[in-house]
């Protein structure tokens, strides 16, 4: 007997007898109608896959439109803020509206903060809050965008696995991540998925570093160089575990590497705030918090 397809909760209702997925596609017309937006970045279904789609018209719509929770919330991702990133800087005129998530919001802004998007004024976020299934799953620090129209806000989850590997001695850590890092195939994949790594040029294809070509790379040179680099950009999607098929946790690393950037400089990745990250500044001691007084 076939299975049925257990309820996710874009298609739970919500008190007043709509769907999430219905709330956001009608957020999405309005801003169409009314031509605040020409096209809008958001997940289409087809065939029993999710995928980043660009909507072009009220009618695309009505075909396949994907809040990505399949069989469970959130099943299907993607970097949507730098997919976004790559649609602006190549049209200097249209306005966009996007879907966000609390995750997609964060890298939105660090990608502000980098000086990434020029004229964010032309995108649109449309908001939807995580169910706390998925919140738990991320261990996210903010499982719903600053405004949102679909969805209920959850609380925040406490960080654990970072704790717990974080509780080991030195030694026994670094059996830990060599152990880890020794499954690497060096696909690429968590580079490629990140929505904050955008560099043009990527450190983990230079010779003189990481040798092109070794399967698999140096360990710990490839992983070691992609942390630092993540230093005061990762904004704790969680993506990079995911995407990755030999099941590295790297979002541990990452995200504590995130933490010591903000005990050291005082800097939250992700947040709307004025300036810059510490690592993006050449030139005289940013300063630092009374963390490393
Ligand atoms: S969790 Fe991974 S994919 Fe997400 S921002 Fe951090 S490094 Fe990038
Ligand atoms: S996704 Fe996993 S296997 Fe692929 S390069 Fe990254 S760490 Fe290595």
């Excluded at 169409?32 to 020409?38: A, K, L, N, R, W």
């Excluded at 306005?95 to 032309?122: H, M, T």
């Amino acid at each position: 007997m076939k299975k049925s397809r257990k309820k996710s909760s874009s298609v739970a209702q919500t008190s007043t007898g709509n769907t999430m997925i219905d709330i956001v596609k009608e957020q999405v017309k309005t801003l169409m109608d009314s031509g605040q937006i020409s096209a809008f970045l958001g997940l289409k279904e087809k065939q029993g896959s999710v995928f980043p789609f660009l909507y072009k018209s009220v009618q695309d719509l009505d075909e396949g439109f994907s809040l990505g929770d399949l069989e469970k919330p959130g099943q299907a991702r993607y970097p949507i803020a730098k997919l976004l990133m790559r649609i602006v800087k190549s049209d200097a005129e249209t306005s966009y509206g996007a879907l966000f998530r609390g995750c997609d919001e964060r890298a939105w802004n660090e990608l502000l903060r980098w000086n990434q998007v020029n004229s964010p004024q032309r995108v649109f976020k449309v908001g939807i809050a995580c169910p706390s299934e998925l919140a738990q799953k991320h261990e996210c620090r903010k499982p719903f965008p600053d405004e949102y129209v679909a969805g209920e806000k959850v609380d925040p989850v406490e960080n654990i696995s970072v704790q717990e590997v974080m509780g080991k001695d030195l030694g026994a850590r670094l059996e830990y991540w060599m152990g880890e890092f020794d499954r690497c195939i060096k696909c690429y994949g968590c580079r490629n998925v990140c929505p904050v790594c955008f560099c043009n040029v990527c450190t983990l294809e230079q010779d003189s570093l990481i040798k092109t070509g070794d399967i698999p790379p140096e360990n710990p040179m490839f992983h070691l160089t992609r942390a630092v680099h993540m230093a005061g950009r990762c904004i704790d999607c969680n993506l990079c575990t995911e995407a990755c098929p030999s099941d590295i946790p790297l979002r541990i690393l990452y995200k504590r590497v995130a933490e010591i950037i903000s005990d050291e400089f005082g800097y939250v990745t992700g947040e709307i705030a004025a300036g810059k990250s510490p690592l993006n500044i050449l030139g005289s001691d940013p300063g630092h918090t009374a963390a490393n007084d």
